[in-house]
Structures are given as structure tokens and as C-alpha cells.
Nanobody
């Protein structure tokens, strides 16, 4: 059974940093692209960042480009999202997602291309 578990969310002041992690179990993590999405009460679920199976290719939403960095550790089956210079508008529940098909990657993938999701971790940025 595939399981994705996010951690690292919390409350931070504007300008601060957080590092999210997503541990994946029960799956051949190293063959699959991954992504981060987020959802807030004001917005529908939106793409944040994506990374291919080897970590060679990455893409970001314009709203987080230059502030967020996605990475992965295939030896530990873990995905990361380093978030710097956080803004109140970054407040959301953040989800990691596993791509449905292996060895496939595109920039800014849609949510529908992902077959498994974590439970989400809350990030709150105060002004």
C-alpha cells in the first residue's frame, strides 16, 4: 500500500522559512516524478513545484519561483520543499503527490496526473 506522509508545516512570520518533507512508503519512489500542490480557503488547489524522478528537472509556479526549492532524496524515499521568504499569501495546506506513470515528467503538471496524495500539512504565515 502506497503511503505519502507530509511533515514540517507550522506557523511562521512573514519573511521566515519552513522545510516540508514527504516520506513515501510502499512504492518505487526513485522511478516517479513528484509534485507539491497547495489549497487555501481562497483558492482552488494549485500547483507549487514539481521534480522529475532523478531530480534533474524542476518546475515552479510563478508565485513561488525564486523563493521555494523542491528536492528529493531517493535513497530515503523523501521529497522536500524548502520555502524561504514566506508571505501571508503562501498560507495553505500543502500536499505532496506521486505521478501516476513512471519515468515521465512535464513542467507544471496538473493534479489529475497524480495517483497518490499525502494527507496535507498546514502552513500559516502571519503578517
Amino acid at each position: 500500500q502506497v503511503q505519502l506522509r507530509e511533515s514540517g508545516g507550522g506557523l511562521v512570520q512573514a519573511g521566515g522559512s519552513l522545510r516540508l518533507s514527504c516520506a513515501v512508503a510502499g512504492h518505487t519512489f526513485s522511478l516517479y516524478s513528484m509534485a507539491w500542490f497547495r489549497r487555501s480557503p481562497e483558492k482552488e488547489r494549485e500547483f507549487v513545484a514539481a521534480i522529475n524522478w532523478s531530480g534533474t528537472f524542476k518546475s515552479y509556479a510563478d508565485s513561488v519561483k525564486g523563493r521555494f526549492t523542491v528536492s528529493r532524496d531517493n535513497a530515503k524515499s523523501t521529497l522536500f520543499l524548502q520555502m524561504n521568504s514566506l508571505k501571508p499569501e503562501d498560507t495553505a495546506v500543502y500536499y505532496c503527490a506521486l505521478r501516476r506513470d513512471y519515468l515521465v515528467y512535464i513542467d507544471s503538471p496538473s493534479a489529475e496526473l497524480h495517483s497518490h496524495w499525502g494527507q496535507g500539512t498546514q502552513v500559516t504565515v502571519s503578517s
